[in-house]
């Protein structure tokens, strides 16, 4: 053989050894060493809706028909949603439901959806909204054009769209409870009112499996509290608390506060006072 063609093999032989050394140590590689991590699975896509409180507004179109949803969806680097969109379901009386889907890949946390944005869904009714209420999603949101800042509909509170009024009435006493934070079964043992100025005391039962039925004697034992509230546009409005009887603890509090509301008032028993301290929450819109 000649030299050149020596010299050709040779280096032919040597370019297949470098050849089969790569291709062995590209076949070696571990992910997180300097090497390229095999591709990630994409994230699935699956359907999904906004919770109520996610649905954070609605408006109503020039031809009040027309109905804007803006809702909190998931939201990342890459995208988060796709097919959003309203849609009406069957309707019931005096309400119209629609219901807010999407597909996301949000469940998966691989998939970077882990912040939120806002998005709008928009639908066409058959006919105007009227006086008919808006049900969105389930457990709903509810809005009125009642009493509404338009083209922005009005989201109604838990005691809905139209509350009763501030008053010496059950309906009213209902929304005093849910002014303050009480457990679940919660019951009103005793009210002092006047239109303007509220006392209620409440209570509650406590044992291991403890609802409605007050005839159950694994809830023997008993927690109860002592609320006061002024009356506003919004409706009863807790202001203090205490266990005390008599009227010195909540005039102190508020000098306005009648006596004839507060001066019978028996001290609640120390021993059913909950160890807890529940604070005020917003009362309801009207």
């Known amino acids: 053989m000649r030299s050149g063609d020596k010299r050709g093999a040779v280096a032919a032989a040597l370019l297949c050894v470098l050849a089969v050394l790569l291709l062995g140590a590209c076949g070696t590689q571990v992910a997180g060493r300097g090497g390229a991590s095999p591709a990630a699975t994409p994230a699935e896509w699956t359907l999904a809706a906004p ?7 609605a ?4 031809d009040q028909r027309t109905v804007t949803i803006a809702v909190d969806v998931p ?4 995208p988060c949603v796709r097919d959003l969109k309203a849609t009406l379901t069957e309707p019931v ?5 629609v219901q807010i889907t999407f597909d996301s890949p949000s469940g998966d946390q691989a998939s970077g959806c882990t912040k939120t944005a806002t998005a709008k869904a928009r639908v066409k009714l058959p006919e105007p909204l009227g006086d008919r209420e808006l049900a969105v999603g389930y457990p709903a949101a509810v809005f009125t054009a009642h009493d509404a800042h338009l083209p922005a509909l009005r989201l109604c ?5 139209t ?5 010496c009435t059950s309906g009213s006493y209902d929304q005093a409870v849910k002014a303050v934070d009480v457990p679940t079964h919660t019951y009103r043992d005793a009210e002092h009112c006047d239109g303007k100025w509220l006392v209620l005391d409440l209570s509650w039962r406590t044992g291991p499996a403890c609802g409605d039925d007050q005839e159950d004697g694994a809830c023997t034992s008993r927690l109860g509290d002592r609320w006061f509230y002024q009356a506003e546009e ?3 409005k807790p202001f203090f608390r205490t ?22 008032l028996e001290p609640l028993d120390p021993s059913l006072h909950p160890t807890y301290s529940p604070t005020p929450t917003a009362s309801p819109s009207s």
Do not use: H, M, Y
Not at 59 to 62: A, D, M, R, V
Not at 93 to 97: G, K, M
């Open 51 to 57: 919770t109520t409180t996610q649905i954070i507004g």
């Open 59 to 62: 408006e109503l179109g020039p």
């Open 75 to 78: 939201s990342g680097p890459k």
């Open 93 to 97: 009386p005096n309400t119209v439901p």
């Open 157 to 161: 509170g838990d005691l809905g769209c």
């Open 163 to 167: 509350p009763p009024a501030t008053g």
């Open 234 to 236: 919004s409706g009863w």
């Open 243 to 264: 266990t005390e009887g008599g009227c010195r603890a909540v005039r102190d509090r508020e000098p306005a506060f009648p006596a004839a509301l507060c001066a019978s």
